[in-house]
């Protein structure tokens, strides 16, 4: 029997063990797949819960559940991956998993303790965060009673996952005060390293238009240094200075610290990964996929699951001895609440930055490439069913992996 070993039951981890589950030969495969925690959590639904649309009942369901029979489901944290060896480490009872191909699949996390003043006696009083659910819930309840007054979102440092959520989260806390009759009490301000609202400057300009609209202002080029807590302002390597009422951080995003202690990461324990095939350029067995990976696209979902459409097929190829085609493209797909039951949809790849346009058919859509309508805002709501009943089942959808120029208005 040969072995494949999947590190991580999260989003782009129970898609691979899914789809290979379907794909390979049960006689000679033996997959297995490791967490360290039994919930699965939705994680874009993050977002709504401090807004009261979603609850942490609405984002979470057993891990379990999507996990095939036939695929071995171990719960523990995972210590130490040892490529030389072809085995991996487990914290519990020191249990060794020897494997022939590895899939490392552990995600993103935030990492507040990073940034001078962010997690200490403010944190979660006046400073939150909504990249957990933890975080999410308790600034739902901070909400409910916050009496206005300037709300800064900060983004410490990128990469981070879903590099739209806190666009996201500014549109719809404006959205949220509207309904409150309390707008004219807050001050929106989104305080960002990035030198617009976005990452590809097209995109940038339309969000910008947007949320300019909405009255929310960008501090662009804004690396925070530090925070201080008992001032309530946020302090740039340049010694600008942000004053607020409430912060909303997203804090500084790192791989797993299994990724260091194997030896595995770069400086913010991602690993380093070939951006068309996710193989190592190290080992020959080993795979990264999701977040997890270095490669210049979004950490997201949905370029969890073109990665995994490109992966499953090209896999079954390398175990046949052939050479892995150069199939991924970096194709990501984001549809972007904008409040008020609007959204965005941007669909973009390593070379071609998001554009106008109409998706998934050309001309007709029903979707629209970054324009806010309510067709993009259903788009974004279906999406939690897409996700629990078909993507994570490793289901195929009749949506290409590989991003089309088709419906795009290049200008
Ligand atoms: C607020 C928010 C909004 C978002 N919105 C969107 C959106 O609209 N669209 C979109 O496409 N994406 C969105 N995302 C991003 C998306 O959720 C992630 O990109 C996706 O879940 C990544 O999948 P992954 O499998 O790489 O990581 P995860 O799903 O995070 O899974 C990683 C798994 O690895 C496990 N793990 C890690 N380290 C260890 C260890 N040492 N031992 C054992 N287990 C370990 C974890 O427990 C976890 O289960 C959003 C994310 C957030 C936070």
């Not at 001078?116 to 909504?130: A, K, Q, V």
């Not at 960008?218 to 009422?245: C, L, M, N, T």
Request: net charge negative.
């Amino acid at each position: 029997m040969k072995n494949l070993l999947i590190l991580g039951a999260g989003t782009a981890g129970t898609m691979v063990a899914n789809r290979l589950n379907k794909l390979l030969d049960h006689d000679e495969w033996k997959i297995t797949i490791v967490d360290q925690n039994e919930t699965h959590y939705y994680q874009p639904g993050f977002l709504f819960i401090p807004f009261g649309v979603y609850s942490k009942n609405d984002v979470i369901k057993p891990k379990r559940d999507f996990i095939p029979a036939g695929v071995e489901m171990i719960m523990s944290p995972i210590d130490v991956i040892e490529p030389e060896h072809n085995q991996v480490k487990l914290v519990k009872d020191h249990r060794i998993l020897n494997y022939d191909f590895l899939v490392i699949a552990t995600g993103t996390d935030i990492h507040p303790d990073q940034t001078p003043g962010l997690e200490e006696h403010e944190w979660r009083n006046s400073i939150h965060e909504f990249y957990t659910v933890e975080g999410a819930v308790a600034l739902a309840k901070h909400l409910r009673t916050w009496q206005g007054g300037r709300l800064v979102v900060n983004v410490v440092e990128n990469p981070i996952k879903c590099p739209v959520a806190p666009l996201e989260f500014l549109m719809l806390a404006d959205w949220y005060f509207h309904e409150q009759g309390s707008r004219d009490r807050v001050e929106l301000i989104y305080a960002t390293p990035l030198p617009g609202a976005f990452t590809k400057p097209i995109a940038s300009r339309h969000l910008g238009d947007i949320l300019q609209q909405k009255s929310i202002k960008v501090a662009g080029e804004f690396q925070i240094e530090r925070v201080d807590p008992d001032a309530k302002k946020i302090i740039s390597y340049d010694e600008q200075e942000i004053e607020y009422d409430l912060l909303v951080s997203v804090p500084l995003n790192m791989g797993d610290a299994l990724m260091a202690r194997s030896g595995l990461g770069d400086e913010l324990n991602y690993v380093p990964v070939d951006k068309h095939t996710f193989l190592s350029p190290k080992h020959s067995n080993i795979f990264v996929l999701g977040d997890a990976a270095s490669i210049p696209t979004s950490k997201a979902g949905s370029v969890a699951h073109f990665a995994v459409d490109c992966f499953s097929e090209n896999f079954m190829r390398y175990i046949d001895g052939l050479e892995m085609l150069p199939t991924f493209d970096g194709h990501a797909n984001c549809f972007i609440e904008s409040g008020f039951g609007k959204g965005l949809l941007i669909d973009f790849n390593y070379d071609v930055e998001p554009l106008p346009g109409r998706y998934p058919l050309p001309g007709v859509g029903p979707f629209a490439l970054l324009q806010e309508t309510e067709m993009n805002h259903w788009g974004k709501v279906m999406f939690r069913w897409m996700y629990w009943n078909l993507l994570l089942k490793g289901q195929e959808l009749p949506l290409p992996a590989r991003m089309t120029m088709a419906g795009k208005w290049n200008n």
